[in-house]
């Protein structure tokens, strides 16, 4: 008796034979149909649900169904990491997984800088031809007159999105930028979840070549918008955080996976750009910042150079609000820094409706004064989900007005004075308190509880930060709040939640994408690159587990 | 006398859900000076009390907090009644070897769990964090444990669980041993594939799986 069985994907119409008990999410990896499964067949997202028929639901041992409503059970969804096929089945992978355009970050707070180049090319009239220069080595010769065409790229790769910036390094200006999801992303939201996905040799080149061909693909875009000449791009910089600065160069990232957490690839380098197929100059490099640990990447590096913060004068705090919450605090100039597990639920992972930064997102919500509601979501649409934004907007707004109480629990409808408009909001599902936002979107208690770990972590960083170093919260002059949905978030829901201490009001700026501007001021300037790599190694790094009251600080940050 | 019991017992058991310590002492002196049994006040009393706790933590009432604050006003009256116990009564508890797999340094999930285990009547031996696969089994077998009892909040290091369940079979002690699993990227599948005896998705829900597995 064969073991084999068929699987159909819908609406692609395309077919693989796998073995039994190999589960729907494989069978789709082989048949190269691409279903999102953020946490990486791990079971604990529920984001890679797929629909059955009535007969290919007899097919399979389906496992997982805890993410699933009631309803959606009914109708036949199943979570594709977990359902095992036991026959030929018809799967129907739903629409929002095949790729929405995503809202992408891709300004911020920049440094001037005297450009400075690596890369010089000079004109020889007497045999009409260029030469191209990488520090003082003469690296290329290129015929006729092609001195003002000297360009670089910036580049920030973030866990979730990729940002090209395509830089004249004559004259420092941005000719155009582009901006894509990470591919990695789709078969691995998080940082840990892509280590483990890159534990083997296998699922490491497909991450590092997924993102290779990616941002090929940018730099055609950013080429052919601006009709420069791909020959003629002579460096770029790959800013990060150290997991994607590994898988981006194809280093193995499992030593950042397991305690002490020591980068195996700690940057400070150039790297051959045809080595690695961009296609770019054949003697074009690439150069990765320092990192600063395992945790904080050389996107803080960027950031911290893009933000001058070893410049500043008092006291000023860099946070960047995401998974790993890195942060850096700089005192007259001297730095130390830190990061924190705040996990993924400021991408909308881990919250029942939560969703990334595209279309039908809700990513604003605030409470009128009249107790109305305004939403606004991506795209103007009817929401579909939560992004991080508005995610932290909502609890923000829901704190403020007495919705949720201090300790993160929805308040009781019926022994409270709430206004009707939001009182009525207050409804059950499945058995549990719910605030509904609008007819397909709402926040569990459980979201709640996931918000209070994420901010509670962040807030636990900077207060342990601020007192390794002696200082209260009042005393900081300045909190610069940086990281790709930066300028999305306001500082009154930050406040509310506690996130940051009340103290920090009018203090707060957002700074953006300091990766990518960080990262354009390291290309144009390499004097800058010395500054940095020395300045690194200055950085105090902190680790947050070793301080004996670290728990008791969490717990207490917790509340709202 | 038994109404006066019955009030006492129940007085404890609100004072944990109620987070109040002060009224956990008190009604824990009360309860000596009355001469009533210091291990049934612990038993109906206190313990009944962190049960309620962990059932409003089920039911998303109650968060981390809460039940710290809780099992602290349950330790306090426990100082108060634990020098009264007869000494046959401390007896022979269940005993569970906890802690956090190497490579995770993560371990505030894993002392949720402890304190939840001990307010319920287990002995808990804690490792702590990154802790060897191996070293599981050999406090499992030096203390004669019922449970192992692991957890991570990584996704790279979930495999040393799978480690642990190859060792114990590998040495012929898997049926010594119930082992149990949780922490963030943990679910039930995860646990079934591994060959572990149970998942827990929170530390209440440890507290019955554990009870369900010795029992």
Do not use: W
Not at chain 1, 95 to 124: A, C, D, M, N
Not at chain 1, 464 to 489: E, M, P
Not at chain 2, 89 to 107: A, R
Not at chain 2, 156 to 164: A, K, N, P, S
């Amino acid at each position: 008796m064969s073991t084999s069985v068929n699987v159909v994907f819908q609406p692609l119409n395309r077919t693989v034979q796998v073995e039994k008990g190999v589960t729907i999410l494989q069978a789709a990896r082989l048949a190269g149909v691409l279903i999102e499964s953020p946490c990486n067949a791990v079971g604990t997202c529920g984001k890679c649900k797929v629909k059955l028929d009535q007969t290919s639901r007899s097919s399979i041992r389906p496992y997982g169904l805890h993410h699933l409503s009631p309803e959606e059970e009914e109708q036949g969804y199943v979570l594709s990491c977990e359902a095992e096929v036991l026959g030929d089945i018809l799967v129907d992978v739903p629409s929002r997984s095949h790729g929405t355009e995503l809202k992408i970050l891709s300004h911020g707070q920049s440094v001037e800088v005297t450009p400075e180049t690596y890369f010089q090319k000079r004109y020889e009239p007497k045999d009409d031809r260029t030469f191209v220069f990488a520090g003082d080595e003469l690296v290329g010769l290129e015929q006729s007159n092609t001195e003002d065409q000297k360009y670089g790229l910036a580049v920030d790769i973030g866990t979730t999105t990729i940002v090209v910036s395509l830089v004249d390094l004559g004259s420092g200006q941005e000719i155009a930028s582009a901006s894509a999801l990470n591919p990695q992303s789709l078969h691995a939201q998080d940082v840990l979840s892509r280590i483990t996905f890159a534990s083997t040799k296998r699922g490491l080149m497909m991450m590092y070549s997924e993102l290779i061909n990616e941002l090929n693909r940018l730099i055609e875009r950013v080429t052919e918008k601006s009709i420069v000449n791909r020959e003629h791009i002579y460096e770029v910089i790959f800013s990060g955080n150290t997991c994607m600065i590994h898988l981006a160069t194809g280093k193995d990232p499992a030593p950042l996976g397991k305690y002490p957490y020591i980068p195996e690839f700690t940057g400070a380098v150039h790297l051959s750009a045809s080595e690695h197929h961009l296609g770019v100059s054949p003697f074009g490099l690439i150069y990765v910042p320092p990192v600063i640990s395992a945790y904080v990447g050389a996107d803080i590096t960027s950031g911290i150079l893009a933000s001058q913060l070893h410049q500043q004068k008092g006291i000023t705090l860099f946070v960047d609000i995401g998974t790993n919450g890195e942060m850096a605090l700089a005192v007259e100039g001297k730095l130390s820094a830190t990061s924190t597990a705040a996990g993924p639920a400021f991408e909308g992972m881990n919250i029942t409706c939560g969703m990334r930064a595209g279309a039908g997102a809700l990513e604003f919500f605030q409470i009128e004064d009249d107790k109305t509601i305004t939403t606004k979501t991506i795209g103007d649409q009817e929401p579909v989900g939560i992004c991080g934004s508005g995610l932290l907007d909502i609890v923000g707004e829901l704190v403020a007005n007495g919705v949720i109480d201090k300790n993160g629990r929805f308040v009781k409808p019926e022994s409270t004075l709430l206004p009707a408009s939001l009182k009525e909001r207050l409804q059950l599902r499945d058995g549990k308190r719910v605030f509904q936002i609008s007819r397909q979107v709402y926040l569990t208690q459980k979201d709640v509880r996931q918000v209070q770990l994420a901010k509670g972590a962040i807030r636990t960083g900077i207060d342990l930060l601020l007192r390794s170093k002696g200082i209260t919260s009042d005393a900081v002059d300045r909190v610069l709040i940086a990281g790709s949905f930066g300028y999305h978030l306001r500082a009154k829901s930050l406040i509310h939640l506690g996130l940051l201490p009340d103290s920090f009001d009018g203090k707060i700026e957002f700074i953006g994408n300091t990766s990518k501007t960080g990262a354009q001021a390291f290309l144009m300037n390499q004097s800058l690159r010395k500054e940095m790599e020395k300045g690194v190694t200055e950085i105090e790094v902190i680790e947050l587990a070793n301080y004996g009251d670290f728990e008791q600080v969490f717990v207490r940050s917790l509340g709202f | 006398m038994r109404e006066l019991k019955a009030k006492l017992f129940q007085d404890l058991s609100d004072a944990v859900v109620d987070m109040d310590e002060e009224k956990a002492v008190e009604t824990s002196h009360q309860v000596i000076d009355e001469g009533i049994d210091a291990y049934e006040a612990i038993e109906k009393g206190l313990a009944h009390g962190m049960d309620r706790v962990g059932e409003l933590f089920d039911q998303e009432e109650y968060f981390i907090p809460e039940v710290l604050i809780c099992s602290d006003a349950m330790y306090a009256g426990v100082e108060v009644l634990k020098p009264h116990l007869k000494g046959d009564e401390q007896g022979e508890k269940k005993k569970v070897v906890i802690g956090v797999i190497e490579g995770d340094t993560h371990d505030i999930g894993k002392n949720l769990v402890k304190i939840m285990l001990e307010t319920s009547g287990f002995d808990v031996f804690d490792l702590g964090r990154d802790i060897p696969p191996q070293q599981f089994v050999d406090k499992a077998k030096e203390v004669g444990a019922h449970i192992i009892g692991l957890s991570t909040l990584m996704t790279t290091t979930m495999d040393g669980m799978r480690e642990v369940v190859r060792i114990l079979e590998e040495t012929n002690l898997r049926e010594q041993f119930k082992v149990i699993v949780g922490g963030g990227p943990i679910s039930q599948s995860f646990a079934d594939k591994i060959g572990a005896d149970g998942y827990a998705a929170n530390a209440a829900d440890a507290v019955r799986l554990a009870r369900k597995l010795v029992s």
